[in-house]
């Protein structure tokens, strides 16, 4: 049976659960990632490998499989662009605490808030390890998409994992509306710019990585924010044609548009 994912995110702003690699390919994946993480130590290995897709062919074939294009072009339409990318790992609380560090978690927040972005962004999150509920899985607000940006302040706790510290104030958030949103290795959710969600610390004594990925229309602009100026060294057409030139197609020379 087909999904209809446009109508499903339109009406909720995610989508849990969607299948992208076989488990040959997860297990590729994982080696891929052991292979950084032991090169780099955990330490960094929680936030630092930003925009390695241009550096690490296997990364930019993971961010172009067509199990993950597929529904991304139901949402945006043909014509794409990798917009930015990160993994995210989340270590066990009491391994991290045992170090002298924080509880690592996401705060509650928007994707869209710090982008300097006009258009929609729709995000993936792949799942590296298995993500649920123990391991501090993504945690969503379902249909908070529809209601444009609110208040962000800083975070006055400690380990919050997002770059600039951003918090949504939790009397904004309606967390009697909050749902996990687990997912197994090689699985993906999607999820709006828009939509308010984050994720608790890792309870476990399993490892939580992610791959981020955030894809816009090629009809998207860059907007000046005063807030966090940006720039998108890295961007990538991964999908038909870069008809309005308004974020450059900065592909590695080994990469070829294939689907």
């Excluded at 961010?63 to 991304?72: E, Y």
């Excluded at 309606?174 to 949103?181: E, R, W």
């Excluded at 999607?190 to 090629?218: K, M, Q, W």
Aim: proline fraction near 6%; charged fraction near 25%.
């Amino acid at each position: 049976m087909s999904v209809d994912y446009l109508s499903l995110y339109d009406r909720d702003g995610f989508i849990p659960c969607v299948d992208v690699l076989d488990k040959f390919e997860t297990q590729r994946l994982q080696e891929n990632f052991n292979e950084l993480e032991r090169e780099a130590g955990k330490k960094s290995s929680q936030y630092s490998f930003h925009n390695i897709h241009v550096k690490h062919q296997w990364v930019l074939q993971v961010a172009t499989h067509p199990n993950l294009l597929k529904p991304i072009r139901e949402i945006l339409g043909p014509n794409i662009i990798l917009l930015d990318s990160r993994f995210i790992c989340k270590y066990p609380d009491a391994e991290m605490r045992s170090e002298g560090g924080d509880s690592a978690f996401v705060a509650w927040h928007q994707d869209m808030k710090y982008w300097g972005i006009e258009g929609r962004v729709v995000t993936a999150w792949l799942a590296v390890d298995d993500a649920d509920v123990e391991n501090g899985c993504m945690i969503v607000i379902p249909g908070t998409h529809k209601n444009g940006l609110v208040e962000h302040e800083n975070c006055i706790v400690g380990g919050n994992l997002l770059s600039s510290n951003q918090s949504i104030p939790i009397q904004l958030v309606d967390v009697k509306l909050a749902q996990p949103c687990p997912v197994r290795a090689g699985q993906m959710s999607i999820h709006d710019g828009l939509l308010i969600h984050g994720s608790e610390p890792n309870t476990s004594s399993r490892r939580r990585c992610g791959f981020v990925i955030r894809y816009v229309a090629t009809s998207a602009r860059p907007i000046q924010d005063p807030e966090r100026p940006r720039t998108f060294p890295s961007t990538v057409l991964v999908s038909g044609k870069n008809y309005h030139k308004n974020l450059e197609d900065n592909k590695p020379d080994w990469f070829q548009i294939t689907y």
